[in-house]
């Protein structure tokens, strides 16, 4: 869970996380502190925040130049600040982000932006230099997941989701069938191994891998997927999140996760 000052506002932050609900939850509570109604917040139907998103991996520079650069000039509706919120920034097209520059250089003084994304690498170096930069580290000790019970066969399942039977895909979610903390152990192994397969990817370095007793085993999982599926894995260990929160059978939702 991050943090987000509210005491000292910058007009444009990069958040990096592969938790979007969490970050969401995040940006809700930085607009309640700097005054937002919370019943409107709360509900999604605030004005003054506005989420920009692609349903289909790429956000595209007319609905930059449509969402934020046509109507930053214009003051808050209800607010003191108005709320651009990015998800995925990963997908904004080059284009699309060299038009958010003039905005994000000389921002009207009521404008914040976040730019939330698994990977603030993949964003321009001009846009980065332009932004607070908050990673999302969240303060878990994750080396006991590697005593995990079934982590061989979770691991194996994630590898070979795209080929495995529904019946292999059921047996493994057997597993998780019980009301205990299996599932949320099982997230947050997918998310570590999810992290550092991309991050591998993205330098070929075994360096910045947290799971390095598994390095093997993610490096085979950095081939596995294209970015695109990892995009796919990671909304839909998003959704996984929410369903561990509620009260969902869990069987059911971890054999819907590997329909990926």
Do not use: W
């Not at 982000?97 to 603030?120: G, Y």
């Not at 846009?127 to 019970?149: A, F, G, H, M, P």
């Amino acid at each position: 869970m991050i943090n987000i000052s509210y005491k000292k506002v910058y007009n444009a932050y990069i958040i990096e996380s592969y938790n979007y609900s969490s970050i969401k939850n995040s940006i809700k509570d930085f607009a309640i502190a700097n005054g937002f109604d919370k019943a409107l917040v709360d509900s999604d139907n605030h004005p003054d925040i506005l989420y920009i998103e692609s349903p289909d991996d790429n956000i595209s520079i007319d609905s930059i130049r449509q969402d934020i650069v046509e109507t930053a000039i214009y003051s808050p509706k209800i607010a003191d600040l108005k709320i651009y919120v990015v998800y995925d920034a990963i997908h904004l097209a080059e284009n699309a982000q060299n038009a958010m520059l003039k905005t994000l250089e000389e921002p009207p003084v009521f404008d914040v932006f976040f730019l939330v994304t698994s990977n603030s690498n993949k964003l321009l170096e001009t846009i980065r230099s332009r932004c607070i930069t908050i990673k999302d580290d969240e303060s878990i000790n994750y080396k006991y997941l590697l005593d995990l019970d079934y982590i061989r066969d979770a691991i194996l399942m994630l590898a070979n989701a795209k080929s495995a039977s529904a019946s292999d895909k059921m047996r493994f979610a057997e597993i998780f069938a019980e009301k205990d903390n299996k599932l949320k152990d099982l997230i947050m192994l997918y998310r570590y191994l999810i992290r550092d397969a991309l991050v591998y990817k993205m330098t070929l370095s075994k360096k910045q891998i947290y799971l390095k007793e598994l390095e093997d085993d993610i490096i085979t999982l950095s081939y596995t997927y294209d970015n695109k599926e990892f995009a796919t894995l990671i909304e839909s260990l998003n959704k996984l999140s929410d369903v561990n929160r509620n009260n969902v059978n869990k069987k059911i939702a971890v054999f819907n996760f590997f329909g990926v």
